[in-house]
């Protein structure tokens, strides 16, 4: 794969947050076990004083702030935002609980090297309060999604999915929790494949180790090694 890789041949990532950072600490985590063959070279939030930049200057990563709300736009944020990330020369830049929807311009200028994880099976239930609405809809699972970004929102191909039951009695909060850890196990580990150069995308699908992945992508089995 053409990558820029790091001196010590590590792939370079770019993480976006806005929040608490847990699937960030996951990379930090997998990165710093050598699970994750990659450095993680800066950490970018569009809100300051969030945990995951904590996390981020704990583990000695440069972290900036680039605040949404003092753009006139949304063109003007993405462009910056962009900038500053092509600043970082980076092999793969991850999404990590960035609450913000990004122009396909944005989405265009990072195509197969930009990727998402989302708290639901995709293709259901793009968008928000992805928990409640499986759990209205008397769905018998739930789970997390590793795709590739498009400019469809959380519409790109799927890589990774985790699947976990809706239990009798289950809030949005609890399932949210349960689904979270799953994220931690099959968040870096799409990204290995991908800095491994096994995971790519090309006219728009996903494909791994040469197989187009159809539909939801695979299917997390914790006892593989995969
Ligand atoms: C996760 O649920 C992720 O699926 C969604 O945003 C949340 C981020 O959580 N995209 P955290 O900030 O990584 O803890």
Redesign the pocket.
Known sequence: MTQSLTANNKARLVVL????????QSFIDACDNGFLNAEICAVISNKGGVK?LERATNANIPNIVIDHRSFDCREQFDEDLATLIESFNPDLVV???F?RILTADFVIRFLGKLI????SLLPAYPGLHTHQRAIDAGDKEGG?TVHFVTPKLDGGPSVLQAKVPINTGDSAETL?SR??SC?HQIYPRAAQWFCQGRLVMKNGVAILDGDPLRDNGIIFDPTSEQ
Not at 116 to 119: D, F, G, K, L
């Open positions: 947050i806005s929040g608490s950072g847990s699937n960030l995951g999404l990590a609980g609450m998402n994880i989302h708290p997390a949210a689904v979270l994220e």
